[in-house]
């Protein structure tokens, strides 16, 4: 199981746009997919046709990790209906604002990774739309990830955000998760005839040199039609869909590339969640809340009220 965190430090760029892409071209090449849902937003559980009435949500599973509270919060995609394949959504919920503190604990950073544990033999690929800014729930789904693919638009301030983000990743790898790597920057909403995006491409690429991949997605309105019909984009009808849906083809073969160069040290290790250090060393009450959390006690307290 391969999970890839996908990210900005800057909301509006189109991460969520991005996760539902990526899903689409999942759910057509017959992966075993699930959505994690992690922006307090929950736009991605809204465009995958969730039906969430009876269900509990991914705030439950950050309050209580426990193999019964993930599968119960849990749901298949609309998109199901009609086609084969398994691609499912843990489901979003407003109230994950609740998790997002500045100073996570121990604890807290790894229990959606306990929680992906528990899922490890039943999908091939986990896709995390993650909150928009770098508090705990953006470490949270980083502590679990193999991969983080940042994702920017060419302007001068998401430029500045796709730096912040990699650096970020490489703060939390050596201090927290020594597999986690940047699986590049994606382009998005980019127009090839705008001199300024043209200029923040090669900007980028100046700056991140191969992190930034070749694949640069265009701003189109067929994303935003097949998003707001709650449909996969690679369903939906028009060259302009054909042509986004192969741009997310080579993406998703990105992705498929680094976990298969990871797949020697997960058949051999699995998911085992080891936090080895506080996220900020810098706050007193942080390292020694980690301290006290990482001593193994039970992570199966009572669900939250």
Same mark, same amino acid.
């Given at each position: 199981?391969?999970?890839?965190s996908?990210s900005?430090?800057k909301?509006?760029?189109?991460? $969520?746009? +991005?996760?539902?892409?990526?899903?689409?071209?999942?759910?057509?090449?017959? #992966?075993?997919t699930? &959505?994690?849902?992690? =922006?307090?937003?929950?736009?991605a559980?809204t465009g *995958?046709d969730?039906?969430?009435?009876?269900?509990?949500?991914?705030? !439950? +599973?950050?309050?209580n990790?426990?193999d019964?509270?993930?599968?119960?919060?849990i749901?298949?995609?609309?998109?199901?209906?009609?086609?084969?394949?398994?691609i !499912? &959504?843990l489901?979003?919920?407003?109230?994950?604002?609740?998790?997002d503190?500045?100073?996570?604990?121990?604890?807290?950073?790894?229990?959606?990774?306990?929680?992906?544990?528990?899922?490890?033999? %039943?999908? =091939?690929?986990? #896709?995390? =739309?993650?909150?928009?800014?770098?508090n705990?729930?953006?470490?949270?789904?980083?502590?679990?990830?193999?991969?983080? *693919?940042? &994702? $920017?638009?060419p302007?001068?301030?998401?430029?500045?955000?796709?730096?912040?983000?990699?650096?970020?990743?490489? %703060?939390?790898?050596r201090g927290?998760?020594?597999?986690?790597?940047?699986?590049?920057?994606? &382009?998005?909403?980019?127009?090839?005839?705008?001199?300024?995006?043209?200029y923040?491409?090669?900007e980028?690429?100046? *700056?991140?040199?191969?992190?930034?991949?070749?694949?640069?997605?265009?701003e189109?309105?067929s *994303?935003q039609?097949?998003?707001?019909a709650?449909?996969?984009?690679?369903?939906?009808?028009? %060259?302009?869909?054909?042509?986004? @849906?192969?741009?997310?083809?080579?993406?998703?073969?990105?992705v498929?590339? @680094?976990?298969?160069?990871n797949?020697?040290?997960?058949?051999?290790?699995?998911?085992?969640?080891?936090?080895?250090? @506080?996220? !900020?060393a810098?706050?007193?009450?942080a390292?020694?809340d980690?301290e006290?959390?990482?001593?193994?006690?039970d992570?199966?307290?009572?669900?939250?009220?």
């Open positions: 199981m391969h999970v890839l996908i900005s430090l909301g509006g760029v189109g991460k $969520t746009t +991005v996760t539902l892409g990526l899903a689409s071209a999942a759910f057509a090449k017959g #992966l075993r699930l &959505v994690v849902d992690l =922006d307090p937003q929950s736009d559980s *995958m969730i039906d969430v009435q009876g269900r509990l949500n991914v705030a !439950d +599973v950050l309050g990790p426990r019964k509270i993930v599968r119960q919060a749901a298949p995609s609309g998109w199901t209906e009609g086609h084969g394949g398994t !499912d &959504v489901i979003g919920s407003p109230s994950a604002i609740n998790f503190g500045p100073h996570p604990t121990i604890k807290e950073i790894w229990r959606l990774e306990t929680a992906l544990a528990t899922l490890e033999t %039943e999908y =091939d690929l986990v #896709l995390i =739309d993650c909150a928009p800014s770098l705990a729930l953006t470490r949270t789904a980083w502590a679990a990830s193999d991969r983080v *693919m940042v &994702v $920017t638009e302007g001068l301030f998401s430029v500045a955000a796709a730096d912040r983000a990699l650096r970020a990743i490489e %703060e939390i790898r927290l998760s020594p597999r986690l790597q940047p699986l590049g920057i994606v &382009v998005n909403r980019a127009r090839p005839q705008s001199l300024e995006h043209q923040r491409i090669q980028l690429k100046d *700056m991140f040199g191969p992190l930034v991949l070749e694949t640069i997605l265009p189109r309105t *994303m039609q097949a998003q707001g709650a449909r996969p984009l690679h369903v939906w009808p028009g %060259e302009g869909a054909q042509e986004m @849906a192969l741009q997310f083809d080579e993406l998703l073969q990105r498929l590339d @680094a976990a298969a160069a797949g020697e040290e997960a058949a051999a290790g699995g998911r085992v969640p080891a936090p080895t250090a @506080a996220i !900020d810098s706050s007193a009450a390292v020694e980690a006290a959390e990482a001593t193994g006690e992570l199966q307290e009572e669900r939250r009220d």
